[in-house]
């Protein structure tokens, strides 16, 4: 009867404990693309670059955290001044679109490589067609996926 016992409890030590493991490995994380182009996971912010968090909750898209704009020396007036250099405005407003257009830029190299990827290493495709059906898509068109990727990477990942 005490083997049954330990039996039956070892069972349910088996079932647990791979779901406490992967329980653990679905923590929150950071994501972020560095100067070289290498994505980078991690469970603190980098403080270097613009990351995405990424949790059970908030799995996709980035959460918009606002960062402190620091006018520079130039762009503040003396005191008892009220002038603005709209000049200063435009340059940090054009510096703002450029990050932007940056971030969106690596996030259109990764998407990319990714699609790249899997077309190089998927025989079949499968895609949901405009009436809500499924079908494998033909070689013509695995082909024209394949270019339209190779021009994405080519648009995005190389530095200007």
Known sequence: M????????AFFLILYLPSETINAAEDAYYTWVDESGVTNFAQQDSKEFE???VSKTQRFGP???????????????????????????IQNERADIEEQIAR?????????????????VYARIRVQ?????????SEEEKQALTTKARN?????????
Do not use: F, H, M, W
């Open 2 to 9: 005490s083997r049954i016992i330990g039996i039956i409890v």
């Open 51 to 53: 990351s995405t968090y």
């Open 63 to 89: 959460i918009r955290r606002p960062r402190p704009r620091t006018p520079s020396p130039e762009a503040t007036p003396p005191s008892g001044q009220q002038e603005v250099d709209p000049e200063i405005d």
């Open 104 to 120: 969106i830029r690596a996030s259109n190299c990764e998407i990319g490589k990714r699609n790249l990827a899997k077309l190089e």
């Open 129 to 137: 067609g405009d009436d809500g059906e499924e079908r494998v898509i």
């Open 152 to 160: 994405t990477i080519t648009e995005n990942c190389v530095s200007s």
